[in-house]
């Protein structure tokens, strides 16, 4: 039995050293990110389009987003955001004016993070077009998105400045592998040794150990 409990000691240590590997490996991939919008951050447009969007490496969760467009200390905002795909799309009210205009959004990830963050587009006309029709139709009224370095600036406190590029790093079987070996190496000698214990512990053992 003294030889048994260090063994299982040891077991017990490297699972514990694999679970660990797993869960610190995990959030690399966890945080959603907005890879452009539209407008892109900074663009200027011909009229002020009939709604702006976010688009996120993931599809984020309805509930708690929101969207405010704001111009000449007004918001022109119509209705709430809608989630279509890996968009936040948010309509804007007819008579929109030209100028410059900030969108600020919020989200909330599809881990249940909330995120958020600002852009900014100027219009040279305000707005002609009707907003009537499928939400999910209206982005491609807008100047076309841009990469993530133009996808606008996190708010402060948030997860969506992280590149995109770590939200899409390979999980490190590697890492995974390595512990799995060494837990397997440690069952085997376990096991080994406890059947060698008992058969020098066994009457069978004694004799043809004389």
Not at 70 to 93: C, F, H, M, Y
Not at 126 to 148: D, H, I, K, L, N
Not at 191 to 210: F, H, I, M, Q, Y
């Amino acid at each position: 039995m003294r030889t048994i409990r260090p063994l299982l000691a040891a077991v017990v240590a490297a699972l514990a050293f694999a679970s660990a590997l797993l869960f610190s490996a995990a959030p690399a991939s966890a945080h959603d990110v907005a890879e452009s919008t539209a407008p892109a951050n900074g663009a200027s447009v011909a009229e002020v389009p009939a709604s702006v969007s976010i688009t996120f490496n993931n599809r984020p969760l309805a509930i708690g987003s929101g969207v405010t467009v704001t111009s000449g200390g007004e918001n022109w905002a119509d209705g709430p955001v809608e989630i279509i795909d890996s968009q936040a799309v948010q309509k804007l009210r007819e008579g929109a004016p030209a100028g410059e205009y900030t969108v600020v959004w919020r989200v909330v990830s599809s881990d249940s993070h909330p995120i958020e963050g600002t852009f900014t587009f100027t219009a040279a006309a305000g707005s002609t077009t009707t907003a009537t029709g499928p939400v999910g139709a209206s982005p491609s009224v807008s100047a076309p998105s841009a990469a993530v370095p133009t996808a606008g600036t996190a708010a402060p406190g948030t997860g969506s400045s992280e590149p995109a590029a770590d939200a899409s790093q390979p999980f490190p079987w590697s890492i995974v592998g390595l512990a799995v070996v060494a837990v397997g190496l440690v069952i085997y000698l376990a096991v080994t040794a406890r059947k060698k214990l008992a058969a020098s512990n066994s009457p069978d053992g004694d004799t043809s150990a004389e």
